[in-house]
């Protein structure tokens, strides 16, 4: 059963570049036709589809993020990363990778997520 891992910097300062890993065991990042998304929940909301990247390498991004993230992956190290440039507070969340084949997920009850990492953003 594929397991999911989130890694990185609890705590961000206003400016810079949040940067996220998810380490995945139990499964390959290059299995058709799989998508790994991030996806955050930020205090009192909902959660929001930041941007995947699929089995073949092809990244797909959230229109409203488009121009601060970048997804990629490490396929001999078997995890895919984010990195969100110019964060402010507002991007103080809980973020998690997920696996599915859907793009577009927001469902925790389907596919395979990871737990989550807090993130937040302060000076």
């Known amino acids: 059963q594929v397991q999911l891992q989130e890694s990185g910097p609890g705590l961000v300062k206003p400016s810079q570049t949040l940067s996220l890993t998810c380490t995945v065991s139990?499964?390959?990042?290059?299995?058709?036709?799989?998508?790994w998304s991030w996806i955050r929940q930020p205090p009192g909301k909902g959660l929001e589809w930041m941007g995947a990247?699929?089995?073949?390498?092809?990244?797909y991004y959230s229109p409203s993020l488009k121009s601060r993230t970048s997804i990629s992956r490490d396929t001999s190290k078997n995890q895919f990363t984010l990195q969100l440039s110019s964060v402010t507070p507002e991007d103080t969340a809980v973020y998690y990778c997920?696996?599915?084949?859907?793009?577009?997920?927001?469902?925790?009850?389907?596919?395979?997520w990871g737990q989550g990492t807090q993130v937040t953003v302060s000076s």
């Open positions: 139990g499964g390959s990042i290059t299995t058709k036709y799989y998508y």
């Open positions: 997920a696996r599915d084949r859907v793009l577009v997920v927001t469902n925790p009850t389907m596919g395979s």
């Open positions: 990247i699929d089995y073949s390498g092809s990244a």
